[in-house]
């Protein structure tokens, strides 16, 4: 009796093989001459040559559609198992304008005017600027960008970066080597990946150095080829590390900076190289800048209505 084996790397098997196995036992019933077996992180399957390429083709084409859609239940499995080809059960790319299937199949996509235009500009532009208040999906929409490009091979890795800048707050203090100091505030970053990415694909692409999130000071010296670069908090760069950054950009490079200039926690009179980036570039063909308001806001209504009140005392000031 032939013998294949499939490992499951990268993904939940608990998330494919359903609950209680229930996606395992629907395979039975499509291939009641093989014998499978699912345990761990693999799937074994005893029979026939013939039988067993059916199995293959059929299960590679599953774990595929999970790959990219994070989700396989009855009905996919049944329409995967029944099909041609890949139009027959895949949903059409038309499908209203979804940026990333995330995890359990959550549709992540541009929610409002602005951040289609977003989408927009970083399809038009190598460099962008998304610039605006807290909660206006600058990062959100930004990092599914980057793990769009990541999963259609436009890029082979994505770089997330910030300026170690403490608002307000005192780093140094906390345990830990630099790594457990700076997680917790790369934490945005790592809460937008983990809606998009499943876990066990998520560690294994930060392993491997597809996905890399780190502090300004590691950008130094580098040339960023292949890869959707992400400087978040922008507003808190220097002038020098901004000039540093912008320079990094190697081939086939796609760059996103987005920041608040309202939130700057810069030193007194040191200028945000955000706002002199704004001046600097804003003629320069392939950099594309999108303002982002109130009107985007799409955390809890009342951020909206502090933003408002903020902005009316600054307003007077």
């Known amino acids: 009796m032939n013998e294949l084996i499939i490992e499951l790397t990268e993904i939940s098997p608990r998330e494919f093989f359903g609950l209680q196995n229930a996606n395992i036992d629907l395979l039975k019933k499509f291939f009641p001459k093989l014998k499978l077996v699912a345990r761990g992180s693999k799937i074994k399957a005893y029979g026939d040559e013939e039988v067993l390429e059916e199995f293959d083709k059929r299960i590679t084409m599953l774990l595929e559609h999970f790959g990219k859609y994070n989700k396989i239940d009855e009905n996919i499995i049944e329409r995967v198992l029944q099909s041609d080809s890949k139009e027959d059960y895949e949903t059409p790319a038309s499908a209203g304008d979804v940026l990333v299937h995330g995890v359990s199949g959550k549709l992540i996509k541009a929610q409002t005017a602005n951040q289609r235009k977003l989408v927009e500009l970083m399809g038009k ?31 082979k890795r994505i770089i997330l970066t910030r300026p170690a800048v403490e608002a307000g707050e005192n780093l140094g203090f ?10 917790p505030y790369m934490q945005p970053l790592y809460d937008a990946l983990r809606d998009m990415i499943p876990h066990e694909k998520l560690e294994s692409h930060i392993e491997k150095g597809i996905i890399q999130i780190a502090p300004m000071a590691f950008m130094r010296g580098r040339t960023l080829d292949n890869a959707f670069v992400i400087l978040d908090e922008a ?17 086939n490079a796609k760059f996103m ?22 001046l600097v570039l804003k003629d320069v063909k392939g950099v594309g800048v999108i303002y982002l308001d109130d009107k985007d806001v799409i955390r809890h209504r009342l951020v909206k209505k502090v933003i408002a009140a903020y902005k009316a005392i600054e307003n007077v000031d």
Do not use: C
């Open 125 to 155: 532009n190598d460099m962008v600027f998304a610039v605006g208040p807290a909660g206006t999906g600058k990062t959100y929409t930004g990092v599914a960008l980057a793990v769009k490009a990541l999963k259609e091979k436009q890029v």
């Open 235 to 251: 507003q808190n760069t220097t002038h020098a590390q901004m000039k540093m950054f912008l320079t990094r950009m190697g081939k």
């Open 257 to 278: 900076i987005t920041g608040d200039p309202g939130q700057i926690d810069l030193p007194r009179r040191v200028i945000s190289g955000l706002k002199e980036a704004l």
């Open 174 to 183: 906390l345990p830990g080597d630099l790594k457990e100091k700076l997680d």
